[in-house]
């Protein structure tokens, strides 16, 4: 499945969604990765930087460490 997020500043990130793993990159091509167990989000970038959230709904809520917000949904 397709996913689509941006973070508040109107940044891009998109990828794909498959058996509770995601593969993402941003505008930069920086690759992110990572897994959605239940509800909970956990992602990583290529350079070691974590970012969490929650999916509900197919609905993304994400935060990085730097606090900035990030958001978007899963496309079936």
């Known amino acids: ?5 941006w973070y508040d500043d109107g940044r891009h990130i998109w990828g794909y969604f498959e058996d509770n793993k995601f593969r993402l ?5 920086k690759y992110i990765w990572g897994e959605c167990i239940s509800d909970r989000i956990q ?8 970012i969490w959230g929650n999916l509900e709904n197919n609905e993304i ?3 990085d460490e730097k606090e900035n917000f990030i ?3 899963i496309d079936k």
């Open 43 to 50: 992602l990583w970038t290529d350079d070691n930087q974590y």
């Open 71 to 73: 958001f978007g949904k």
């Open 61 to 63: 809520k994400l935060w």
């Open 25 to 29: 990159w941003d505008e930069n091509s």
């Open 1 to 5: 499945m397709r996913v689509n997020l």
